[in-house]
C-alpha cells in the first residue's frame, strides 16, 4: 500500500515516512512530497490538523465522501498513532507539522494551498490540563494564533475552522448556552480554549480573514479516546461483561453533559465553512445526561445493573468541576439546517456494542 502524494508539483520539500499501526500489523507508508499535486483537477482543498483524532478521522471521511481532497497535518512521533485514520491512508495526504512550531505550520499551509482548514489539533483532555497547564496553553491556545498566522501568510483567502469548545462555558451563567452566553472557564483547557475562541474572532475582525469558531459540546463515537468518561464506561462495560474486569472506577456521577455522535458533529463543522459570512456557532443536541444516567443506558444495555460495579475514586475528581452543560444549537438549526441524527440512547449502544466487539476479538 502507498499513501498518494503530497505537496506541489516541482516543490522541493523533505520526504516523509509515516508508519500506520493496524489490524494487519505495523505497515511503512511513504508520503512522498514530490508527487502529482492533486489540487489541479478542481476539486477542493481541505487541511485537517488533529486529523489523527476522533473528529479528524470523521471529518476526513466526510470530505472525502463529498469529493474533496483531503490532507491532514500529523506530527512526528516514534509510535504509530493513526489507527483511526488507517483505512482512509490510500486517500489522504499527511504533511508532518506541529502546533508548537511556526514554520512547519506555514511550510504545510503553503504546500497544500487549502480551500479550507479545520484547525482540530489540540490538548484536549480537561483533566491533564491542570498537570500540564502550560503545554496545554502553548497547543490548545497559541496553537491557534500559530495556525492562523500560517493561513495568513500562506493561503489568506482559505477559510478557517476553530474547534471551540463547550468547556468555554464552564460555571454557566445560564441555561441553555448559546452563542450570547458569557464565558467562565474552569480548567487550564477551558481557559485555553476561550483564547482560541477569540483570537480567531480577533483575526477575522483584524485581517478580514475567513475565520470561525465552532462551540461544539461533547460528541462522542466508537472512536473516542478511552480517557474519556463515556468510551471508559462502554469500555469497562465490555471488560466486564467478558469477564475481564470486575468494578469501574469512577469520579464525579453527577456532571451532566450535552451528548451527541461525534458523525454529526463533523457535518456541522463543514456547513459552517459553506455560508456566505463567517460566523460562530453553538453546536449540540439541546438534552443533557448525567455520567450517572450514561452509565446505566451502557451496563443496561448489556443487561448489566451499574450499581453493582461502579465505584466512585477520588482520582478522577477535578479541581474545578463543569455540572452542567446544554447547548441551545438553534443558530445551527436555523442558519446551517443543522440537526443531530443519533440519540443519546443510540450512541450509548453503538459505543457498548463496539467496545464488546473489539474485546471479543482481541480475546479470539
Ligand atoms: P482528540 O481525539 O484528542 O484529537 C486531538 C488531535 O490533536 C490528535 O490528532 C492529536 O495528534 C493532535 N495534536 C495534539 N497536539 C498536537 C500538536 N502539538 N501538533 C499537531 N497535532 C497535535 O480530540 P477530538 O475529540 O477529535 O477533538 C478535536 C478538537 O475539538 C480538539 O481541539 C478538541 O479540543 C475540540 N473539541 C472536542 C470536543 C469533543 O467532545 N470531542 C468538543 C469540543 C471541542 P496525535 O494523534 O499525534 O496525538
Ligand atoms: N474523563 C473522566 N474520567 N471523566 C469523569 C470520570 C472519569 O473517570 N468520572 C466522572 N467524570 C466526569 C468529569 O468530571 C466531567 O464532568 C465529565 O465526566 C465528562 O468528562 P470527559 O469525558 O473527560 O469530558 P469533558 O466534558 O471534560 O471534556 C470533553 O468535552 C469538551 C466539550 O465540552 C473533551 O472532549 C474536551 O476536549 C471538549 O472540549
Same mark, same amino acid.
Given at each position: 500500500?502507498?499513501?498518494?502524494?503530497?505537496?506541489?508539483?516541482?516543490?522541493?520539500?523533505?520526504?516523509?515516512?509515516?508508519?500506520?499501526?493496524?489490524?494487519?500489523?505495523?505497515?511503512?507508508?511513504?508520503?512522498?512530497?514530490?508527487?502529482?499535486?492533486?489540487?489541479?483537477?478542481?476539486?477542493?482543498?481541505?487541511?485537517?490538523?488533529?486529523?489523527?483524532?476522533?473528529?479528524?478521522?470523521?471529518?476526513?471521511?466526510?470530505?472525502?465522501?463529498?469529493?474533496?481532497?483531503?490532507?491532514?497535518?500529523?506530527? &512526528? +512521533?516514534?509510535?504509530?498513532?493513526?489507527?483511526?485514520?488507517? /483505512?482512509? %491512508?490510500?486517500?489522504?495526504?499527511?504533511? *508532518?507539522? @506541529? !502546533?508548537?512550531?511556526?514554520?512547519?505550520?506555514?511550510?504545510?499551509?503553503?504546500?497544500?494551498?487549502?480551500?479550507?482548514?479545520?484547525?482540530?489539533?489540540?490538548?484536549?483532555?480537561?483533566?491533564?490540563?491542570?498537570?500540564?497547564?502550560?503545554?496545554?496553553?502553548?497547543?490548545?491556545?497559541?496553537?491557534?494564533?500559530?495556525?492562523?498566522?500560517?493561513?495568513?501568510?500562506?493561503?489568506?483567502?482559505?477559510?478557517?475552522?476553530?474547534?471551540?469548545?463547550?468547556?468555554?462555558?464552564?460555571?454557566?451563567?445560564?441555561?441553555?448556552?448559546?452563542?450570547?452566553?458569557?464565558?467562565?472557564? &474552569? +480548567?487550564?483547557?477551558?481557559?485555553?480554549?476561550?483564547?482560541? /475562541?477569540? %483570537?480567531?474572532?480577533?483575526?477575522?475582525? *483584524?485581517? @478580514? !480573514?475567513?475565520?470561525?469558531?465552532?462551540?461544539?459540546?461533547?460528541?462522542?463515537?466508537?472512536?473516542?479516546?478511552?480517557?474519556?468518561?463515556?468510551?471508559?464506561?462502554?469500555?469497562?462495560?465490555?471488560?466486564?461483561?467478558?469477564?475481564?474486569?470486575?468494578?469501574?472506577?469512577?469520579?464525579?456521577?453527577?456532571?451532566?453533559?450535552?451528548?451527541?455522535?461525534?458523525?454529526?458533529?463533523?457535518?456541522?463543522?463543514?456547513?459552517?465553512?459553506?455560508?456566505?459570512?463567517?460566523?460562530?456557532?453553538?453546536?449540540?443536541?439541546?438534552?443533557?445526561?448525567?455520567?450517572?444516567?450514561?452509565?446505566?443506558?451502557?451496563?443496561?444495555?448489556?443487561?448489566?445493573?451499574?450499581?453493582?460495579?461502579?465505584?466512585?475514586?477520588?482520582?478522577?475528581?477535578?479541581?474545578?468541576?463543569?455540572?452542567?452543560?446544554?447547548?441551545?444549537?438553534?443558530?445551527?438549526?436555523?442558519?446551517?439546517?443543522?440537526?443531530?441524527?443519533?440519540?443519546?440512547?443510540?450512541?450509548?449502544?453503538?459505543?457498548?456494542?463496539?467496545?464488546?466487539?473489539?474485546?471479543?476479538?482481541?480475546?479470539?
Amino acid at each position: 500500500m502507498h499513501a498518494r502524494y503530497s505537496g506541489e508539483l516541482g516543490l522541493r520539500a523533505p520526504r516523509c515516512c509515516v508508519s500506520i499501526g493496524s489490524s494487519y500489523g505495523l505497515l511503512w507508508y511513504d508520503v512522498d512530497f514530490l508527487s502529482f499535486p492533486l489540487a489541479v483537477t478542481g476539486m477542493p482543498t481541505a487541511l485537517i490538523t488533529g486529523i489523527t483524532g476522533q473528529d479528524g478521522s470523521y471529518l476526513a471521511e466526510h470530505l472525502l465522501a463529498k469529493g474533496y481532497r483531503v490532507c491532514g497535518i500529523v506530527r &512526528r +512521533s516514534s509510535t504509530t498513532p493513526y489507527e483511526r485514520i488507517a /483505512h482512509l %491512508i490510500d486517500d489522504i495526504e499527511l504533511f *508532518s507539522a @506541529d !502546533l508548537l512550531d511556526q514554520t512547519s505550520l506555514v511550510d504545510a499551509v503553503d504546500a497544500v494551498k487549502p480551500d479550507e482548514i479545520y484547525n482540530l489539533a489540540a490538548q484536549s483532555f480537561v483533566q491533564t490540563s491542570w498537570t500540564q497547564p502550560v503545554l496545554t496553553g502553548e497547543f490548545t491556545a497559541l496553537g491557534v494564533t500559530r495556525a492562523l498566522e500560517a493561513m495568513r501568510k500562506a493561503a489568506p483567502k482559505a477559510r478557517f475552522y476553530q474547534a471551540s469548545s463547550s468547556e468555554q462555558f464552564g460555571k454557566v451563567v445560564e441555561t441553555p448556552q448559546s452563542e450570547n452566553t458569557p464565558f467562565y472557564p &474552569r +480548567s487550564p483547557y477551558g481557559v485555553a480554549k476561550v483564547y482560541g /475562541h477569540w %483570537i480567531t474572532v480577533n483575526y477575522r475582525e *483584524s485581517f @478580514d !480573514l475567513y475565520a470561525v469558531s465552532g462551540i461544539l459540546f461533547n460528541h462522542e463515537s466508537p472512536r473516542r479516546g478511552l480517557e474519556f468518561v463515556t468510551r471508559k464506561i462502554s469500555d469497562g462495560v465490555a471488560r466486564i461483561k467478558h469477564g475481564l474486569a470486575t468494578e469501574l472506577r469512577l469520579g464525579n456521577l453527577d456532571a451532566r453533559r450535552d451528548w451527541g455522535f461525534a458523525g454529526d458533529y463533523v457535518d456541522a463543522m463543514w456547513r459552517m465553512l459553506q455560508s456566505d459570512t463567517p460566523d460562530d456557532y453553538v453546536i449540540g443536541t439541546g438534552s443533557t445526561f448525567s455520567v450517572q444516567e450514561f452509565c446505566a443506558a451502557a451496563f443496561g444495555a448489556v443487561d448489566l445493573e451499574w450499581r453493582d460495579y461502579v465505584k466512585q475514586d477520588e482520582r478522577f475528581f477535578r479541581p474545578a468541576e463543569v455540572d452542567l452543560l446544554v447547548a441551545d444549537p438553534t443558530k445551527a438549526k436555523t442558519q446551517l439546517g443543522w440537526t443531530p441524527t443519533v440519540t443519546f440512547e443510540e450512541l450509548v449502544r453503538r459505543m457498548v456494542e463496539a467496545d464488546m466487539d473489539r474485546w471479543a476479538q482481541r480475546r479470539g
